[in-house]
């Protein structure tokens, strides 16, 4: 009996530890408001190539300020400045954000840094995306050829560009050669793979993925395919509730010179090039 | 299948050098669930203690309820507790979305039908002159209600194995009310999504065989002292 309680007390001692280490923070929250904490709503692209993890200790060092990224579409991540869930955004999506910030849900935009969308497909190119002298041709040749597509389908800021291309070359993407995925870029580069398909995707993320896939690189840096990356403070007009001074100071971090030079500098070890152009202005 | 194998021995390599993400997934995954499968217990066999004993008007709806969320999609519960939480949200001044606490929340929703549910069931299965004979004895309603949970003890087990499993092995509802934030909220699933992401496969075999040597050893200890009232 007597050893029947001593490992009821144990148990009882294990669980209180537990549950009091994991549910500490309830009380943090509760206590005060902090300022000390950023919710950055972002593109899957910035997490998927390591910038973020390159970048937020490096902030939380000079400032205290704890950034919790959440990787979403640039769409969804403007939904949640919207709704005030999120501190500041990081996104690549230029139509959306102008409506956002007329809107008056973004007090303030930067553009941080770019980069080039890019056309990858199968090696043997049904569509010849290769010749094409920009990406709206690339696309209007393949809505022509029909050529297996997978797009992103999530609203995100790839999925935006995309589909802007299908509009401006008159084209109706759908059939069954046009396939929405609903996920991220690693994951739709991934099914493409699978699928033998073209995609449109970031440069950044395709670096990431180049090793592991067998599909090629046919279209880059033209005019058209330019990436533009943009911080964006969400109003506190809008939600009082909302971080702004720490979106502020990470918002001039990103622009600061050296955010940028930091910016600039990723990357250049582990896949032999910068993923990101740094590009705020002075 | 050449990756599985460079994979798992890639694996092995990174949980015998004490990578830094494999532990801090391991370590966030036990912290929530076993948080999670704690409080379920404290909260659930209680309540499917009052269901089995008691009888009051639309218990039978009560516990049809309880049933049905036995079977509850994670993603469901991880959404509906991501919309009380958000900062717009009606608990939003808690300021708990992405954090390890609005985890437990969540996982606390998913395995406390099954715990309670399971209970439920356990006790009702028991023989009730047991209670009168407890009573009849002379114990008191405490001691007789700790009878009960002794003799149904090996289902309110199985209740704790299934829980455990359930809410170790979910990723739609931790990713959500999460978000996967490095050095925050990661855990063990999440960490597999993003590694798979990142096309980091040798990390998320890694991390996968972990999560299985948990769930196995987790399991296997709760059946062991399960089994052994067996046959007293």
Known sequence: MRKKYKALVLFAVIAALVVSNCLAPLTIAGAARSEKVLILATTTSTKDTGLLDYLLPIFKKKTGITVKSIAVGSGQALTMGQRGDADVLLVHSPAQEKTFMSKGYGKTRKDVMYNYFVIIGPKNDPAKVKTAPDALTAFKRIAAAKAKFVSRGDNSGTNTKELGFWKAAGATPSGSWYMKTGQGMAATIRIANEKNAYTLTDEGTYLVQKKSISLELLLKKTKDLKNQYGVITVNPAKHSFVNYNGAVRFSDFLTSREGQRLIGSYGTKKYGKTLFVPNAKK | ?232
Do not use: C, H
């Open chain 2, 1 to 232: 299948m050449e990756l599985l194998i460079e994979g798992i021995k890639q694996a092995f390599m990174l949980i015998f050098t004490g990578d830094p993400l494999v532990i801090e997934a391991t370590v966030g995954s036990l912290k929530t669930s076993g948080s999670a499968v704690i409080i379920s217990l404290l909260l659930g066999v209680p309540l499917g203690l009052l269901l089995a004993l008691t009888r009051f008007p639309g218990r039978n709806v009560f516990v049809s309820i309880i049933n049905a969320g036995m079977g509850l999609p994670p993603v469901v519960v991880g959404l509906f507790v991501a919309v009380f939480l958000w900062r717009s949200g009606p608990l939003g001044s808690l300021e708990l979305m992405y954090t390890m606490p609005a985890m437990v929340i969540a996982q606390v929703v998913i395995a406390l039908p099954l715990v309670a549910g399971l209970t439920t069931s356990a006790i009702q299965q028991l023989n009730p002159k047991l209670r009168l004979q407890a009573l009849a004895l002379g114990a008191t309603k405490g001691q007789m209600l700790y009878t009960l949970i002794k003799e149904a003890r090996l289902m309110t087990f199985a209740a704790v194995i299934a829980g455990f499993g359930a809410i170790i092995s979910e990723v739609g509802a931790v990713l959500m009310v999460g978000g996967n934030i490095s050095g925050q909220t990661r855990v063990l699933t999440t960490a597999i999504v993003e590694e798979v992401g990142k096309g980091e496969f040798s990390e998320a075999i890694a991390l996968s065989i972990i999560l299985l040597s948990l769930t196995f050893l987790a399991t296997y200890g709760l059946t062991y002292y399960q089994q052994k009232g067996v046959g007293k």
